[in-house]
């Protein structure tokens, strides 16, 4: 089975920018969500997305937007880009079936490395 | 704010030894999971262990949970040069698939 891909790996983007960045979760899975990674912050979450709706959501601002479509691929986007949302972000996907919560793991792709100049 | 602290923050031992690395976290949970990370790449799940479950052993890797203390730990046996990286617990919030992430231990195994 493959993996969670993220492309692209690298990005250099100018303030004010904008950003489209992808995520295809393991075959089967139709939770993914997304996640910042900033030496200062950590690991924070952006969202969740399953079956095409946003089912949780984290502490960003609205210039943060993701979507899925109905191959469970999805895509985050970051509008006006402002020099701290220089990061790591990282898409995990989950199974999110009938499975209980208990026993389902996340995976991660290998991220996606936005540079903002 | 975080819910996970991992202790320590950077450890380094000679290859050969064993690593452990604890993870505390705030709320009740379903599961707690380790990953590792290389380098600011992406993560490596390596273990899932359960509310219900006390230890758990994959390979050269042996898990603990005390949901008393609210605390894990993560023990790496006969390290290798290749297990230096980056190590993380993350539970997920109560009910959501919303994974809250320790800090990290930075793990260097000397050769």
Request: overall charge positive; hydrophobic content about 30%; glycine content about 8%.
């Amino acid at each position: 089975k493959a993996g969670v891909t993220q492309t692209p790996r690298y990005l250099i983007k100018t303030r004010g920018q904008q950003v489209t960045l992808s995520c295809s979760p393991i075959s089967g899975h139709r939770s993914v969500s997304w996640y910042q990674q900033t030496p200062g912050q950590g690991l924070q979450f952006l969202f969740e997305y399953f079956s095409e709706t946003q089912r949780n959501k984290g502490n960003f601002p609205g210039r943060f937007s993701g979507r899925q479509f109905s191959n469970s691929r999805s895509e985050m986007n970051v509008s006006t880009l402002e020099l701290g949302d220089s990061a790591l972000y990282l898409c995990a996907s989950s199974e999110r079936t009938g499975r209980r919560l208990s026993n389902t793991e996340a995976f991660f792709g290998q991220g996606t490395r936005l540079t903002v100049v | 704010s975080q819910q996970g602290e991992e202790d320590p923050q950077a450890l380094s031992i000679q290859e050969g030894e064993n690593a452990t690395m604890n993870c505390s976290y705030k709320t009740s949970i379903n599961n707690l999971q380790w990953y590792r990370q290389n380098s600011g790449r992406g993560l490596v799940h390596l273990i899932l262990i359960r509310s219900n479950e006390r230890e758990k052993h994959s390979g050269r890797l042996r898990v603990t949970l005390d949901t008393s203390k609210k605390s894990s730990s993560l023990l790496i046996t006969a390290s290798r040069a290749a297990d230096t990286a980056s190590y993380f617990c993350a539970t997920p919030t109560s009910g959501t698939y919303k994974y809250i992430f320790g800090t990290g231990t930075r793990l260097k195994v000397l050769a």
